[in-house]
């Protein structure tokens, strides 16, 4: 594409065409093109931005790059240009079709995360219905105490209700969400938002099935709480009268600040207020009146307060037209003398108080709020099983321990942080001391997680894969309470989440629910075997066949012309390069002299007599540095005496 815009330059573009490659992530006005994948072409006429072209398509882009070089020679006014860091119209489009596609994804998102908590409980809840098909919970106001609990069973007792557990509880508007995941009637939303963080007493009660479901018969024992009761007359009353409920409703009255544009009636909590608001309204002394109304009392207010201004006016007006020596009243008080001074501070203070006045007025308008009242119930019965499962797995988890798993834990917050790939080594020696704080890794051709490829899942498939300078190793670490870290920030990263919000997001995208981790290469024992000495680790390689030689009887043949043994007591010098063991198993250093040890029967000459004793093996030498690739370990140590030697006789060794 240079190629291309170097020859329209010398064609047709001359001093008018210039070209210049910007880094945007060191421009604050081209901040917005930083981290994008696709080339940007902005053109740019007398210091305002007139058109941008995303991409590689270089016929489309020598064709605008042609027509704007001739208005710019035609000087052809532009009706429209924008500012170099200002979005362009199909900027805005992108931008808008980018929003649209995240709040697509984030919605799935929801539904399937939605989904998956619906199926947990649901699987939770049949566990526990079918389990503990007898059990119901209640759940009682703020108003109901534990005191009350004596007069809570009165009714339950009637019923073969039993109470097995009960629990204040401090709530939350967040557990409510779980419960009423089935609940068929929830309570209302304004009763949950007060009740959040309120303690409540929950009932876990064992119902008898033979009077019927759990259920029914709780909302039952419901009623018979909230019911009035008719009781007979008694010496202190004559008549019939009527007992109050054992619990009632409690009304809560919260002021909630109006939105803008909305109206409020003022709702009626009861019979009476609506009788009182009938009776006021006929009286014409309502307390809800309208915008006009209030309007019209203000003005006929301030008219009257004007009058009585004027009136003031005038009678001081009066005042200083009176002859001298006459009484005059100044403000309904005869004038006396040294009184003017008093008028003198009196006028003082109004003039503060208006100025005061004025502070407030230019003060912010306080937000116009309402009065609601929110009823409370006195106890909340679900009317049907599922729910009841739900406010036991919520509420009474213990009670469920016998049959139901413990909840997997919620993933701890995490952040992504990303290095270079050439960063291998080091990352991944740190990470093997903390495995529990990086779960995942893998190899990625970008830090950004929109446009990342997944290049390996693990270091041997990545060093056996093609990759370039560019490629990171990305990590997901958990925010523990670590060092860990901070010790990876040492290491430089190029990118890390700015929070664990963000962090989340990336790590889905970086490693999906289909990820797999990085598979474990297993080390055969007889190619890789590890030796641990104070802390370090040394590998070493073991060949086969030197293994086997090892393991097999090593003789000592020594001789100084070809096919013939040494004499006994003979010096052998040591070929240089070679150590060989005496029979102490000490190492002989290269240039020794060596004694031949006696052969029995090798002075015969004929190789007859006794039966020949095995020849001494070779004790390794101690392993060395220099010696640690190579020396295998002894596998077989030679027997020290004749006494020690296999009982059976040996063959006689062939003559060499």
């Keep these: 594409m240079v190629g291309s815009l170097r020859k329209i330059k010398l064609e047709i573009g001359g001093d008018n065409l210039h070209l210049a490659i910007c880094k945007s992530d060191t421009i604050t006005s081209l901040k917005r093109f930083n981290k994008r994948s696709e080339p940007i072409w902005l053109f740019v006429s007398g210091g305002r931005a007139v058109n941008i072209i995303f991409g590689t398509d270089v016929p489309k882009l020598v064709a605008m790059l042609a027509r704007e070089l001739e208005k710019t020679l035609q000087k052809t006014p532009r009706p429209i240009t924008f500012r170099i860091d200002e979005l362009q119209p199909i900027e805005v489009e992108q931008q808008r079709v980018k929003m649209e596609a995240i709040e ?22 049949d566990a526990i219905m079918e389990n503990m098909p007898d059990i119901g919970v209640t759940v009682f106001g703020p108003q109901v105490n534990r005191d009350m609990f004596k007069k809570l069973t009165e009714p339950a007792e009637p019923l073969k209700m039993q109470c097995k557990d009960r629990r ?14 089935g609940c068929k009637n929830p309570l209302p939303p304004d009763v949950i ?23 029914n018969v709780l909302m039952a024992y419901a009623h018979e709480l909230t ?10 009353i004559p008549e019939e009268h009527v007992i109050p409920p054992i619990i009632a409703t409690m009304k809560l009255k919260i002021e909630i600040e109006l939105k803008e544009g909305e109206v409020w009636v003022e709702e009626l909590s009861s019979e009476e207020d609506l009788r009182l608001a009938q009776a006021q309204a006929k009286s014409g002394k309502g307390k809800a009146k309208g915008k006009s109304v209030i309007h019209e009392e203000v003005h006929a207010a301030e008219e009257e307060a004007a009058e009585l201004d004027a009136e003031e006016e005038a009678s001081e007006e009066e005042a200083i037209e009176a002859p001298a020596g006459a009484d005059v009243m100044v403000g309904g008080l005869p004038s006396m003398p040294g009184f003017d001074m008093e008028l003198d501070a009196l006028d003082d203070m109004a003039e503060d108080e208006e100025e005061a006045q004025e502070v407030k007025e230019e003060e912010p308008p306080k937000p116009l709020t309402r009065t609601k009242t929110v009823k409370m119930p006195p106890i909340w019965v679900p009317n049907n099983r599922r729910t009841h499962a739900a406010l036991i797995y919520v509420f009474f988890r213990g009670q469920t321990s016998g049959f139901l798993p413990p909840d997997p834990k919620p993933e701890p917050p995490h952040v992504v942080m990303a290095f270079d790939a050439s960063k291998r080594k080091e990352i991944l020696l740190l990470v093997d ?5 990086v779960p995942l890794y893998g190899y990625f051709t970008s830090a950004e997680p929109d446009e990342a490829e997944l290049i390996a899942n693990s270091t041997d498939k990545y060093e056996g894969s093609p990759h370039s300078a560019n490629d990171k ?3 997901k670490v958990n925010k523990a309470q670590s ?3 901070l010790s990876l920030v040492s290491y430089g990263p190029s990118y890390v989440s700015p929070n664990v919000n963000v962090g989340k997001d990336e790590a889905l995208k970086f490693f999906p629910e289909d990820y797999k981790p990085q598979e474990e290469v297993v080390v055969e024992p007889e190619k890789k075997k590890k030796r641990s000495k104070k802390g370090s680790e040394v590998r070493e390689s073991v060949d086969p066949e030197a293994a086997a030689a090892a393991a097999a009887p090593v003789e000592v043949t020594t001789a100084p012309v070809e096919g013939e043994a040494p004499a006994a007591g003979e010096e052998v010098q040591v070929p240089a390069g070679e150590v060989v063991a005496t029979g102490e198993g000490a190492p002989v250093a290269e240039g020794e002299a060596v004694a031949a040890a006696p052969t029995e029967g090798a002075g015969a000459g004929e190789g007859t007599g006794p039966a020949a004793a095995p020849a001494p093996q070779v004790a390794p030498p101690p392993a060395t540095e220099a010696h640690k690739e190579d020396a295998p370990a002894p596998e077989a140590k030679a027997p020290e005496s004749e006494a020690e030697a296999p009982a059976e006789p040996v063959p006689e060794a062939p003559a060499e």
């Design 168 to 181: 204040v509880i401090q709530v939350s508007s967040d557990q409510f969400e779980v419960v009423n995941f």
């Design 483 to 485: 060092n860990m870290m």
């Design 104 to 125: 697509r994804a984030e919605r799935a998102e929801r539904e399937v995360r939605h989904k998956k908590q619906i199926d947990y409980l649901t699987q939770v809840t």
């Design 193 to 215: 938002e007060q009740l959040d963080g309120k303690e409540l007493l929950m009932c876990f009660w064992k119902i008898d099935e033979s009077i019927g479901t759990v259920p």
């Design 227 to 236: 019911k009035e009761r008719v009781a007979p007359p008694n010496d202190e």
């Design 473 to 475: 190793i990305v990590l």
């Design 433 to 437: 001391r903390h495995k529990d704080d």
